[in-house]
């Protein structure tokens, strides 16, 4: 009996409304499932009962997890029986950070991030021009040039030629960076004489004039009179933005800066009973006073979709040579990177967490740099000086390069620290090349936080980096960077076991959204959210974790993603 556990009737009772109890009871007072997944390989992420065979779930929660024997007390003859065939069942993932909607555009816009030379580049732009109706824009691309041989910064005489009329605005993989060509130079008024603004640089030729390329605030020229998205587009996008999500197993998003928008359209599909991903909100801090208005607090809403928490930019990327060092980037003695416009003047910034705090909002701070990240971690304490010590769950997004001190800092504000694995082994790539290998060593520190008591929240950074969590957790296991030139690991130290990646993954991050109480681990009263995979991620060579596949995806007890019905099978 040492695995079994259930919830007793009256648990269910309160869990379920008591109109409907007694239509469940039978004989024995013990309720029927709705379903029953048995011989299944279970990893449930609760450290009091690590295992499992066989999970029982009623409406959208599950009641009970324990052995196939056990569990087949909660059948009846309207359960329904899914035989896992020893497959592993994981509780859903978690993604701590993404963009969703962009991520959703970016499934049906230009493809640049694989491009390997500025010809290619170049020509697929040309391509998407081609099936672009007249008036829209070019828009989305993901492009890295240090993909591209040889790994040059584009320039708008690259992509002019395919575009006379059309508006073309890609942006870097790292969203730090994008490049304009002359026809959207020309609608936002950037000239040589334009200003770098603050937080922000116009690139330049040798004769001052803009190459097209523009870096973070200067982005903001662009943004200020591009055509918002209609409502079909955004719509379009999120309803991709879900499928690809149940696919790949993510059953939960916590999306930073969504527009308000974004917000309109989820809570559109949450009444049509539409929306299959689970979404925390965190708004741009600059509209930090809307939600004190209205009154949110942290995690305010539904199982489905709750907003109060605010997304804060420190810094830049360290791709883009803006993100905030202590010391310069080498081979740049003049650049430590850039403070994000949020934070000019730093008061600013300071104000605007102090009212969030007040407000009982939580605040998720993008901060890369280990000067950036320094800055965040001094705010957070002035926070808590003036406003004690509560529960407030502070993080950091990103917290890529640290100060050997800031660690226990850390700890001691009780930083969730919100990382995105696959950056680690994308950014490997190249990163000691610009902060030296000294710096370098304290990059995605994943074990270093752990060592140091800091709680870890997984997620992708989507559409930044891929949604698929099979690459993330293979980039916590292995460290090995994409340009396959560090197969045992960068910074191999760093590595996490496939037990620690998954509950960064799923634990860590419903924590980092106040709801470990509701979902992260399959425990009985917790919401059925749950993944079959293909493969068992916990024997296989760690390589292969990338290769494997969800083929069920379950969210509040229904099927959103089932593999092998679309397969064909
Ligand atoms: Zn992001």
Known sequence: MKTFRHLTVAQVTLIFCSAFTPLFLRAQSQPAADFIIHNAKIWTVDKNHPTAEAVAVLGERIVAVGSNGEIDAWRATRTRVIDASGKLLLPGFNDSHVHFVDGGRSLASVQLNDATSAQEFARRIGEQVKQTPKGEWVTGGDWDETKWTPAVMPSKELIDPFSPDTPIFVSRYDGHMGLANSVVLRLAGITAQTPDPPGGVIARDAQGNPTGALKDAAMDYVFKIAPPLSHDERMRAVKRALAHAASVGVTSV??????????????????????????????????????????????????FLRIGALKAYADGSLGSATAYFFDPFDKQPNNHGILSDEMHPLSLMQDRMMRADAAGLQLCT???????????LDLYTEVVKAHGERDRRFRIEHAQHMVAKDFDRFAQLHVIASMQPYHAIDDGRWAEGRIGHDRASRTYAFRTFLNHGVRLAFGTDWNVAPLNPMFG???????ATLDGKNPNGWFPEQKLTV?????????????????????????????????????????????????????????????????????GQ
């Open 473 to 479: 957790l293979y980039a916590a296991v292995t460290r």
């Open 499 to 567: 037990a620690e990646a998954v509950e960064a993954y799923t634990m860590g991050s419903a924590y980092a959204e106040f709801q470990e109480k509701e979902k992260g681990s399959i425990t009985p009263g917790k919401l059925a959210d749950m993944v079959l995979l293909n493969d068992d991620i916990f024997t296989i060579d760690p390589v292969k974790i990338r290769d494997v596949k969800v083929t069920t995806t379950f969210v509040g007890g229904k099927i959103v993603w089932d593999g092998a019905q679309k397969s």
């Open 254 to 303: 916590q999306h930073m800066n969504p527009e308000y928008a974004d917000i309109a359209i989820y809570s559109e599909l949450l009444e049509r009973g539409e929306l299959t991903t689970r979404i925390y909100a965190a708004p741009l801090i600059p509209g930090v006073d809307d939600q004190i208005k209205i009154g949110v607090r942290h995690a305010f809403g539904g199982p």
């Open 366 to 376: 993008h901060a890369i740099g280990d000067q950036g990240i320094s800055i965040i």
